[in-house]
């Protein structure tokens, strides 16, 4: 199995001088033997600062959004071939832009295929919202979006899943572990269908929604969760740390990374 993986998702937070404020906090409290892959994805206006300010050995840099066109007349957009200067991630499909900015799975599609032309890595979000999940949709929800997300997209080495009930995100109240392996399992198995076996145990598919400090290890022990996209407690760098940590200490034990 490969590293298991940890992103922050600081979305439209931290000032520049408040940004280096947290990478540094990071950076001086992360041990420097850690075996996770740890990505910080700023706002666009703090990329440069933190790309800057950041160990690539250790942390790697992501923007939160991308748009789908690589240059020209679309004001206040940023391309794939603009970013690809200063980070290597690119989250796409996150239920905030899905459901607040109005981006269709079509219009994910399109990022995708634009960012995977540049060579980004993409961490694309799926997750049904708690009306969905209500109505039993969940896995409905699931299928829409990985399939027309993906849709045409032939190669999926570059694309980590996440995977975000939006009902999750930001309430305090994570997904209980075995609503969480559902989720996975479902997107492992809608990848199997789509690309085979191999490609579908290899892709990356962690979870997202309230994790923190205190469930993380919970999540990777029984979710079977390759990592995880933190929010809220990705701001705090002892709460990013010690998620870090933990997940650190999980694949020692399990030997994840061998
Ligand atoms: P949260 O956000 O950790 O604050 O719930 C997760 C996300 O939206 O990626």
């Not at 994805?41 to 300010?53: D, I, N, R, Y």
């Not at 990022?111 to 209500?134: F, M, Y």
């Not at 997202?208 to 999540?219: C, F, K, R, T």
């Amino acid at each position: 199995m490969s590293k298991l993986l940890i992103a922050g998702n600081w979305k439209m937070n931290n000032t520049v001088e408040a940004a280096e404020q947290l990478v540094r906090a990071i950076e001086e409290n992360l041990e420097s033997t850690i075996d996770v892959e740890v990505i910080l994805c700023p706002p666009f206006t703090s990329l440069s600062k933190v790309a800057e300010l950041t160990n690539k050995n250790s942390i790697k840099v992501g923007a939160q959004n991308v748009y789908h066109e690589q240059k020209g007349a679309f004001t206040g957009e940023i391309s794939p071939e603009m970013i690809k200067e200063l980070c290597e991630y690119v989250i796409i499909g996150h239920s905030e832009r899905r459901l607040i900015l109005g981006e269709t799975n079509k219009i994910v599609n399109m990022k995708i295929t634009a960012a995977i032309n540049k060579g980004l890595n993409i961490i694309l979000c799926v997750g049904e919202t708690l009306e969905q999940r209500e109505r039993g949709k969940t896995q409905e929800i699931i299928r829409e979006q990985l399939t027309q997300s993906l849709s045409d997209i032939q190669r999926i080495e570059n694309i980590t899943i996440a995977y975000e009930p939006v009902w999750a995100i930001g309430t305090g109240i994570s997904a209980s572990t075995m609503d969480c392996k559902n989720g996975i399992e479902t997107i492992r198995s809608i990848l199997q269908e789509m690309y085979g076996e191999l490609t579908a145990q290899s892709t990356k598919i962690l979870y997202g929604g309230s994790v923190n400090p205190q469930n993380i290890e919970a999540l990777l022990r029984e979710a079977g969760i390759d990592g995880g996209l933190i929010g809220g407690a990705s701001l705090n760098a002892e709460s990013f740390v010690s998620i870090i940590n933990k997940s650190n200490i999980f694949s020692q034990k399990t030997g994840s990374n061998d």
